[in-house]
């Protein structure tokens, strides 16, 4: 019993952080139709910065309000990469999905390479809170503390944006946007404000999964971003292509199907489920759970 | 004779390669209803969207549109409809997933005060159904959110794609009643195939044919003279008092 409890737990922590990679990821798309590959950069730069500020920005440090002001410039540097990338380089290839392709996995590669070059390509440690590193007693099972965070901040951010969505002016924008683009830019607002925004979203999204990840495994390394954007593009196609609730979903049945599959089975298997999964969903349900639509 | 309220000149649109308006020439009167007819895809939805500026990125856009002295075909689609140009697009295109309340609220505009009042006289039944989702309602209901939408903003000029497309006979009466009113008050260039709605509303007709116009004048003057009509548009003025189509009696409303 304590067994299935802490891999629950810790599938769900797993759930959560594909969810933070892959709810940005799925507006992107069912707004933009961008496909953009170099969203892993995000989480990189979000990680790498919160890394480099705990022990070089002053007043960010690896515990307590130092290590938020930390984690807070993670964020806002991947928000910001995220917004520079929309701005400078898928801009001008709206409707152009095959350079768009080019272009985002150029940069991802490039971005990788770049920290690779900065940083080394070793895995380093990770500047943590004390208490992230040790577990809590739930129902008899040790669960990582690391883990529980990553839940409760998935929670919270699946929250903030579907509270976005639902009772913001940009997130009626954006709900309409992913429904038909065409007809909300027909109806005079300028819809590649909205594109900048989603993007912002997807970034902090990314860039704050790769912070708590990074708190969670303990290391940050280069190709962090990368191993998790397949999970997280496989989470966007099971949830519904646009859909932030979708993703939600998603996320748990593909966290939890890998940590069960994975312990009870053979080490590996879980991700071999993970893609059948994929598959017996494109087969019997090609737009994915909750469809096209924001919050459904 | 007073200016035109829209001046399209030697307009040409090619698309994946096909060349679908091969320099259209018509203006549209400020006041009342002009009517673009044709058979199927000789290019009346094509000349709408290129003049909304929603021509698809693969496709060229050649020529001149004026709204007033204003060029259109060089701004984005946005600007052209804060600046009073507004499209009611063929299958209404509301957003299902959204209520009501929320497909007219997308449609405010930022610095105008948004008309719900008129929207409400000419269609109590948005008011009534404000919090249902707008994909639950019917062709009708549908379409009438579509045109109210437009209508929550002054305009100088509407665009309206087929609006009687699939609709219910009554239903179809309600929305030529509609658009008679609000022709009152603003332009409108209207495509329609249901030659009924089109002698009640239309005061002057633009033909096209294989992308170009192939005759421009009074639109009853054109109804009235069958071998015309049949030439042209393929049925005969005869037809013309028929209300139900047979594409209109597949729909409910």
Redo the contacts between chains.
Sequence with gaps: MDAIILLTLTGLGLAALYFLVASGLSLVFGLADVLNFAHGLFLGVGAYATWWAAGNLPGAGADGLGFVVAVAFGVAAGTLMAVLVELVLIRPL???TIEQVLVTVGLSLAGVALLQATWGADARPFPRPEWTRQVTTILGAQVPNGGLLLIIAAVLVLAAILAFLQWTRYG??I??GV??R??????????RKAFTLVFAIGGAAAALAGALGSVYFGTVSPQQGGSLLIFAFIVVVIGGMGSVVGSAYAAVAVGLLQQFVNYYGTSGLGDICVVALLAVVLLLRPQGIAGK??I? | MSQPVLTVDDLSVRIAGLHILQGVSFTVAPTGVTVLLGRNGVGKTTTLRAVVGLTPRNGEVDGTVRMGEQSLLDRPTHRLVRGGLGYVPEDRCVFAGLTVAENLRLAERRGSTPAYDRVFALFPELDRRSRQRAGSLSGGQQQMLAIGRVLLNDNRLLLVDEPTKGLAPKVVTEVAEVLERVAESVPVLLVEQNLAVVRRLARDAVVLAAGKVAWAGDAQELLSETALTRSLLGVGSAEAHDATPAAARKDGH
């Design positions: 709206y409707s152009r009626l924008i709900r309409a429904e038909n065409e007809m909300v830019t027909a109806l005079g607002i300028d819809v639509a924001a459904a």
